[in-house]
């Protein structure tokens, strides 16, 4: 049995505990709500609205999932706006509650590249295949990692970066026609028009493959068929170039006019 005393500290104890769930509680609710209004606004692309709903979360905020999902959705907000650094500064925060989560090293990732500064992006996509080789992490590290070596001029270390998307994922059009543009860039012809035909298998629709490969096609040809009054139209390239242009390519337009303005 407890005496008066004990009595009146374990209800003192009760009260406080009681007052601070509840304050909790409130909290929690008040972040929760910031957060849902955060989602809308960033849906609606109301970046500014956005971020300031999701500073009201992380202030609010009590759990350390809730807090990680708020400096990640922050982070958005910021890059909506064109705020790397500040983006960058909320993923960190988000690795630091949670370091084994491979998305936010992605996302993290597409801030720096967002900033253009590549080496700290392949830092981060290199963590990412480290913590995730085969899931949905490693398709965007391989698919960023491979864009990023295009842009830097490096095509040649791109594609079996492209490769290993591939593998994970046979029936990305996308990651053949990056591949594909790759390969042309090293003047490999044959190799591009193969990645652009499956491109092209996998997207009927697809636009720039069309355009890509019709150019390719134009490149293997001897320049005899490709120079001289007497060129009418070369009927398989154009074929594609017209493609193209059909579905809004209006880069084609030259190609046409040099090789096409015959075609029937």
Do not use: W
């Amino acid at each position: 049995m407890f005496s008066d005393k004990k009595r009146i500290d374990m209800k003192t104890k009760l009260i406080f505990l009681f007052l601070l769930f509840t304050s909790m509680l409130y909290g929690q609710q008040e972040a929760q709500q910031a957060f849902s209004e955060g989602v809308k606004q960033l849906q609606s692309k109301n970046f500014v609205e956005a971020e300031k709903s999701f500073t009201i979360a992380i202030e609010k905020g009590i759990s350390e999932n809730g807090l990680k999902m708020s400096y990640i959705y922050k982070g958005f907000a910021l890059n909506g706006q064109g705020k790397y650094s500040e983006s960058i500064t909320c993923f960190d925060k988000a690795i630091v509650i949670d370091s084994l989560d491979p998305a936010t090293f992605t996302d993290r990732a597409l801030a720096y590249s967002y900033k253009k500064d590549y080496t700290n992006a392949i830092k981060d996509f290199e963590h990412v295949l480290a913590l995730d080789s085969t899931g949905g992490q490693a398709e965007a590290a391989y698919f960023y990692l491979g864009k990023i070596k295009m842009l830097t001029y490096e095509n040649e270390a791109a594609i079996p970066l492209f490769d290993k998307l591939l593998k994970l994922v046979p029936t990305d059009a996308e990651a053949y026609f990056l591949r594909g543009t790759a390969k042309s860039n090293m003047m490999d012809s044959d190799g591009a028009i193969t990645d652009f035909d499956k491109a092209i298998e996998l997207r009927p629709n697809y636009m720039e493959a069309y355009a890509n490969r019709g150019v390719q096609k134009i490149n293997k040809l001897p320049v005899d068929q490709k120079i001289g009054k007497k060129i009418k139209c070369i009927k398989d390239p154009c074929s594609d170039l017209l493609k193209a242009k059909e579905l809004g390519d209006t880069s084609v337009e030259d190609m046409l006019f040099l090789y096409c303005k015959k075609c029937k």
